[in-house]
């Protein structure tokens, strides 16, 4: 099959060379670290057991790994396949401080994110509304965190970044509110 090529946008370059114009020692330092920090395994295996141990405290194990585990393996495979078929080229190494090999659109890391942090929030029964909304703040912030740090470090354009959002939010929200099958889902209600 032929890739279908995917154009950088006018505005895709504006907001790149906007942000390499304005590249400090601390914000590349602080986007790298970031980068290696989500690259670590020592800290995948921390949030991995931070996770766990939310989970058990709301008493929504089940639901919510389940929901964030598929949500996440649908965005990875899903965004690895899109990146080939659109074949889209990564930011120009003259813009970029991070050279990443592969095709650029969509983004599997915001896909990943996205997946997993909407479907832990849409698998979650809520208590209160402000503990949802604190909740969906925090999913709000760890995306734009992640999206801004790959746009900022040129491993992807800004559309990249909102193509992975996309899928996987909307990966994210579809299982996150699946029922299992074969039961009635239980009601879980977050408390402190």
């Known amino acids: 099959m032929t890739a279908v090529f995917a154009p950088v946008t006018a505005a895709d370059r504006h907001v790149l060379r906007w942000l390499v114009a304005h590249r400090s020692a601390h914000w590349?330092?602080?986007?790298?670290?970031?980068?290696?920090?989500?690259?670590?395994?020592?800290?995948?295996?921390?949030?991995?057991?931070?996770?766990?141990?939310?989970?058990?405290?709301?008493?929504?194990?089940?639901?919510?790994?389940?929901?964030?585990?598929?949500?996440?393996?649908?965005?990875?495979?899903?965004?690895?396949?899109?990146?080939?078929?659109?074949?889209?080229?990564?930011?120009?190494?003259?813009?970029?401080?991070?050279?990443?090999?592969?095709?650029?659109?969509?983004?599997?890391?915001?896909?990943?994110?996205?997946?997993?942090?909407v479907a832990a929030l849409f698998a979650v029964r809520w208590s209160s509304r402000g503990r949802r909304r604190a909740a969906a703040a925090a999913v709000v912030a760890a995306n734009l965190v992640t999206g801004l740090a790959l746009v900022y470090l040129g491993v992807h354009w800004t559309t990249d970044v909102l193509a992975g959002w996309a899928l996987g939010g909307a990966t994210g929200a579809v299982v996150g509110t699946l029922k299992p099958r074969g039961a009635p889902r239980p009601v879980q209600h977050v408390t402190s």
């Open 28 to 117: 590349t330092s602080l986007a790298k670290g970031l980068m290696n920090l989500g690259l670590s395994v020592v800290f995948l295996g921390l949030a991995l057991l931070a996770a766990l141990l939310v989970v058990a405290v709301v008493r929504a194990a089940r639901p919510v790994i389940a929901a964030a585990g598929a949500a996440a393996l649908f965005s990875v495979v899903a965004s690895l396949l899109l990146k080939h078929l659109i074949a889209r080229p990564r930011p120009d190494s003259g813009l970029a401080l991070v050279q990443a090999g592969g095709y650029s659109m969509p983004s599997t890391d915001a896909a990943l994110v996205a997946g997993l942090t």
